[in-house]
């Protein structure tokens, strides 16, 4: 029998909290590294420990990338700051998350992630684009389970209709870092496999809390939350509610997930707690930036 899950966003939903909220709740590590070790990617390596925020313990899921890979992520001056030094880095990877190591649309002209096999045999990288196509080809061959791999499809499609729409292309031809880059992929593809092995089948979210103000991002400053994200609470039928937190608490990924797997956004009147996770997020803002899941019943 399936098992109901409550997302509780009151800080937020990114894919590396998500990742983490699930692997506390007592998703199989190894069932996941199998499914990572098939991806055709590299520049990644994940590390799963204890953290504390705001005097919570915490699961944290990290995707470490190597420095061909590397982005700004959890740097809150860059992210907030007002003067930043463009470099080489920056041009290709601008990422703004509440800790999930993820980008914001980038120029399809500039995609430099490099899967296993465009990397080496001829001694030099092999600039890939990937969009849905490729991104769906990579995941229907990795080692996933059908349930697992259908979540993952439709994480990605809800995203790149989404970045689509942003920037007036069609979602099938997008080819852009939300989806392609190395960290995005391995935190939808983790998120969508810890899901499955749960066998969880009702996920109730209620509502996404989101921060205020702006991020900086590779085509400048965007106001918060980011266009991506207000259309996939949009197109999907999200509640959302800003807060008076300054920054991005809700990433592209992050509602894309949360709008993918939801069943319900009303929590039952009465209902058992049976077991609670909790992820944490890499960013420091005011508020815990934790993400609780709680199996109810």
Known sequence: MGKTLYLECYSGISGDMTVAALLDLGADQAVLDSALKSLPVSGFQTKI????????????????????????DHDMEYLHGHHHENTEADTHHHTHENGTDEMHMHSHTQEHTHANDTESAHGHHHHEHRGLKEIAHMIEHSDMTENAKKTALRIFGILAAAEGKAHNVPADQVHFHE?????????????????????????????????CGTVRCQHGILPVPVPAVVNVVNENHLNMKITDVEGELVTPTGAAIAAAIKTKDQLPKEFVIQKTGVGAGKRQYECPGILRAMFIS
């Open 49 to 72: 420990s204890r953290v504390v925020k705001g005097g919570i313990d915490a699961c944290d899921f990290d995707v470490m990338l190597d420095k061909k890979h590397e982005n700004h």
């Open 179 to 211: 989806v392609g880059a190395v960290d995005s992929i391995v935190d939808i593809v983790s998120a969508a496999v810890c899901l499955d092995n749960l066998e969880i089948t009702d996920v109730i979210v209620p509502v996404l809390h989101e921060g």
